[in-house]
């Protein structure tokens, strides 16, 4: 798993090391100096003329040791200082690398006597504000990133210290306005606000250093939040003396009449997964469609006026995960099928779609004092709907909006974005940054939904099958994309390479 920080986890790393393992903080900035220098002349980027941009606190620091060291090293840089003249308004840090800088002779400037007309700068480093930043930039400074912004369309290579300026380091947020980077150097570890969006379209290539902070700092706590790396990818055994319900037994209640491909990808996902067996409750209409392209599955139908809850009761017995939603509508008769689900079994349980919406509506007594493992899988207008809240709230802190419903229902969210989160009950949570923009299609949300429930049936943990299911959806059409491409993209391209997830 890689560490994902919120600006309070870093800070506190950062006074760790500094404070527990005596490395003093301008061995750290030097640290971090050097490896911005170092990464410039990796990566062979045009040196010609270096603008590098600094503000008064530690970021700022940072820049001013980054122009210090590309100077020595015989590249023509020079200063654009945004911050306060008075030097008591600096960080200490900041200040004793800009005293160092007049020592060095490093030109140094001011807003007010910077002509960015002339300025002809092909690399301008963005060292403004940090990770610290928590609130709207100014006019002053929106003035001075939209010049930075406007001199990067114009062709000049914008590479941001730590994070862009005017990212919020836990949301992504835009605070006012932020800069459009090519590149950014985080140290240590990356943060939230790099992958989450709207900052990981500012961050763009993210290169993360080592500057001497690392997990001893945690002093055994460990980050609250991690993302899954293909090397974290379970590998669930096939043993040789084993049969098909050793691996699990899945009944997935989807489809209705009209609307009979949802079920057929969550069956064909779950079994892809490894599921050692699949039943589908579904519409009559959905029998032939499901049993002659997916002739495993098993397959009980109800009508379009009720369901036999015997019917239902047998398939419920007969299964080791219930998984409900995708293509049932909300009528009475589908709340019916999720009521019964959750009130007369204790088997774990994947709740989608429509039954997210019928969920709401019973919530109160449906989901009292339950200890089962729930997982609800709902993408962001689903989630307004059930928390009653407007669609940019939740998009303005998706990571809160999943906690606080995990929380006060105690069960898993896999509230579902361009970077999908997980979290459960606890304070720990997951962050999804596998898949691409081809997902953008029908029958992707069913997909993940079959994937969850078969990774279930195999006796993963529930966060588990929910991260990794998660993962395990974008990292097939990641490999699918190479083959098809994102404007070809299909649910049923991501389930065929679901197979090379397991190899």
Same mark, same amino acid.
């Given at each position: 798993?890689?560490?994902?920080?919120?600006?309070?986890?870093?800070?506190?790393?950062?006074?760790?090391?500094?404070?527990?393992?005596?490395?003093?903080?301008?061995?750290?900035?030097?640290?971090?100096?050097?490896?911005?220098?170092?990464?410039?002349?990796?990566?062979?980027?045009?040196?010609?003329?270096?603008?590098?941009?600094?503000?008064?606190?530690?970021?700022?620091?940072?820049?001013?040791?980054?122009?210090?060291?590309?100077?020595?090293?015989?590249?023509?840089?020079?200063?654009?200082?945004?911050?306060?003249?008075?030097?008591?308004?600096?960080?200490?840090?900041?200040?004793?690398?800009?005293?160092?800088?007049?020592?060095?002779?490093?030109?140094?400037?001011?807003?007010?006597?910077?002509?960015?007309?002339?300025?002809?700068?092909? %690399?301008?480093?963005?060292?403004?504000?940090?990770?610290?930043?928590?609130?709207?930039?100014?006019?002053?400074?929106?003035?001075?990133?939209?010049?930075?912004?406007?001199?990067?369309?114009?062709?000049?290579?914008? %590479?941001?210290?730590?994070?862009?300026?005017?990212?919020?380091?836990?949301?992504?947020?835009?605070?006012?306005?932020?800069?459009?980077?090519?590149?950014?150097?985080?140290?240590?570890?990356?943060?939230?606000?790099?992958?989450?969006?709207?900052?990981?379209?500012?961050?763009?290539?993210?290169?993360?250093?080592?500057?001497?902070?690392?997990?001893?700092?945690?002093?055994?706590?460990?980050?609250?939040?991690?993302?899954?790396?293909?090397?974290?990818?379970?590998?669930?055994?096939?043993?040789?003396?084993?049969?098909?319900?050793?691996?699990?037994?899945?009944?997935?209640?989807?489809?209705?009449?009209?609307?009979?491909?949802?079920?057929?990808?969550?069956?064909?996902?779950?079994?892809?997964?490894?599921?050692?067996?699949?039943?589908?409750?579904?519409?009559?209409?959905?029998?032939?469609?499901?049993?002659?392209?997916?002739?495993?599955?098993?397959?009980?139908?109800?009508?379009?006026?009720?369901?036999?809850?015997?019917?239902?009761?047998?398939?419920?017995?007969?299964?080791?995960?219930?998984?409900?939603?995708?293509?049932?509508?909300?009528?009475?008769?589908?709340?019916?099928?999720?009521?019964?689900?959750?009130?007369?079994?204790?088997?774990?349980?994947?709740?989608?779609?429509?039954?997210?919406? %019928?969920?709401?509506?019973?919530?109160?007594?449906?989901?009292?004092?339950?200890?089962?493992?729930?997982?609800?899988?709902?993408?962001?207008?689903?989630?307004?709907?059930?928390?009653?809240?407007?669609?940019?709230?939740?998009?303005?802190?998706?990571?809160?909006?999943?906690?606080?419903?995990?929380?006060?229902?105690?069960?898993?969210?896999?509230?579902?974005?361009?970077?999908?989160?997980?979290?459960?009950?606890?304070?720990?949570?997951?962050?999804?940054?596998?898949?691409?923009?081809?997902?953008?299609?029908?029958?992707?949300?069913?997909?993940?939904?079959?994937?969850?429930?078969?990774?279930?049936?195999?006796?993963?943990?529930?966060?588990?099958?929910?991260?990794?299911?998660?993962?395990?959806?974008?990292?097939?059409?990641?490999?699918?994309?190479?083959?098809?491409?994102?404007?070809?993209?299909?649910?049923?391209?991501?389930?065929?390479?679901?197979?090379?997830?397991?190899?």
């Amino acid at each position: 798993m890689e560490a994902i920080l919120t600006a309070a986890e870093m800070s506190k790393l950062d006074e760790t090391t500094i404070n527990y393992f005596r490395v003093p903080p301008e061995v750290l900035m030097e640290r971090a100096a050097l490896s911005v220098a170092d990464i410039i002349a990796k990566e062979g980027l045009d040196t010609g003329d270096v603008l590098v941009i600094c503000g008064s606190g530690n970021n700022g620091g940072d820049g001013f040791a980054i122009a210090r060291i590309l100077t020595e090293r015989g590249i023509n840089s020079h200063i654009l200082y945004t911050g306060k003249s008075d030097p008591s308004s600096m960080s200490r840090q900041a200040r004793l690398q800009k005293e160092i800088c007049y020592k060095y002779e490093v030109p140094m400037e001011t807003p007010g006597d910077f002509d960015w007309a002339s300025d002809g700068s092909t %690399l301008i480093i963005d060292a403004m504000f940090g990770i610290g930043l928590n609130r709207p930039l100014d006019e002053k400074n929106i003035d001075i990133v939209k010049k930075i912004n406007e001199a990067g369309a114009d062709g000049a290579y914008i %590479l941001s210290v730590d994070i862009p300026s005017g990212i919020a380091t836990d949301t992504g947020k835009v605070l006012g306005a932020a800069v459009k980077a090519d590149m950014t150097v985080t140290f240590g570890y990356k943060k939230q606000g790099h992958l989450l969006y709207p900052g990981a379209e500012h961050t763009g290539r993210l290169i993360c250093t080592d500057i001497g902070i690392n997990d001893r700092a945690f002093m055994d706590s460990g980050p609250a939040c991690t993302a899954i790396e293909p090397s974290d990818l379970p590998c669930i055994h096939r043993k040789d003396y084993s049969n098909k319900g050793t691996y699990g037994k899945v009944l997935i209640a989807a489809g209705s009449k009209d609307i009979g491909g949802c079920a057929l990808l969550a069956v064909k996902a779950a079994f892809a997964c490894g599921a050692g067996m699949v039943r589908v409750f579904t519409h009559e209409a959905n029998r032939d469609l499901i049993l002659n392209n997916c002739p495993e599955a098993m397959v009980d139908t109800h009508s379009d006026i009720y369901f036999e809850e015997r019917k239902l009761l047998e398939a419920m017995e007969w299964a080791d995960v219930l998984a409900i939603g995708p293509g049932i509508t909300r009528s009475s008769s589908s709340a019916g099928m999720l009521k019964l689900m959750l009130e007369r079994s204790q088997k774990p349980l994947v709740i989608d779609a429509d039954a997210i919406y %019928l969920l709401k509506e019973h919530e109160d007594h449906l989901l009292k004092n339950h200890t089962r493992d729930i997982i609800i899988t709902p993408h962001i207008m689903e989630m307004a709907g059930f928390l009653d809240i407007e669609k940019s709230v939740i998009l303005d802190d998706i990571i809160h909006a999943a906690r606080i419903t995990a929380e006060r229902l105690n069960l898993i969210c896999v509230l579902k974005d361009t970077r999908t989160v997980i979290t459960g009950p606890s304070s720990r949570y997951r962050l999804n940054t596998s898949g691409n923009n081809g997902m953008a299609c029908a029958g992707m949300g069913d997909t993940l939904f079959g994937i969850i429930a078969g990774l279930l049936a195999q006796k993963l943990p529930a966060f588990d099958a929910a991260s990794y299911g998660a993962f395990i959806h974008g990292h097939a059409a990641d490999k699918a994309v190479l083959e098809v491409g994102k404007s070809a993209l299909s649910a049923r391209d991501v389930i065929s390479y679901l197979k090379e997830c397991f190899e």
